[in-house]
């Protein structure tokens, strides 16, 4: 079992950044890939970003390319998404997710290969 827990939600204007957490305990953190998705109401849970488990491949929605950053810290358990230049459409819970994987290498996209979740946290632009 891999625990999740995210932080550093907000309320921000547009134009404004965040930078969320997901702390990380059970499984070795080191041996799990890990992924940012979010989820607007009334809509699906959709891909943000994900990173390998060794933190060497990153890949990116379309909709953030170039404004969001996917890195982690395997000393300190922890996975982080930068999130620059928001706009009132990223408003949404924004989950972290974990799964535990052999390779260094390999990232996720897609939800349902993603076993672990956090509760996730609030993310609101306003305009």
């Known amino acids: 079992q891999v625990q999740l827990v995210e932080s550093g939600g907000g309320l921000v204007q547009a134009g404004g950044s965040l930078s969320l957490s997901c702390a990380a305990s059970g499984r070795p953190f080191s041996n799990c890939a890990m992924g940012w998705f979010r989820q607007a109401p009334g809509k699906e849970r959709e891909f943000v970003a994900a990173i390998s488990r060794g933190g060497y491949n990153t890949y990116y929605a379309d909709s953030v390319k170039g404004r969001f950053t996917i890195s982690r810290d395997n000393a300190k358990n922890t996975a982080y998404l930068q999130v620059n230049n928001l706009k009132p459409e990223d408003t949404a819970v924004y989950y972290c997710?974990?799964?535990?994987?052999?390779?260094?290498?390999?990232?996720?996209?897609?939800?349902?290969?993603?076993?672990?979740w956090g509760q996730g946290t609030q993310v609101t632009v306003s305009s």
């Open positions: 997710a974990a799964r535990l994987t052999i390779s260094s290498t390999i990232y996720y996209t897609d939800k349902s290969q993603y076993p672990y």
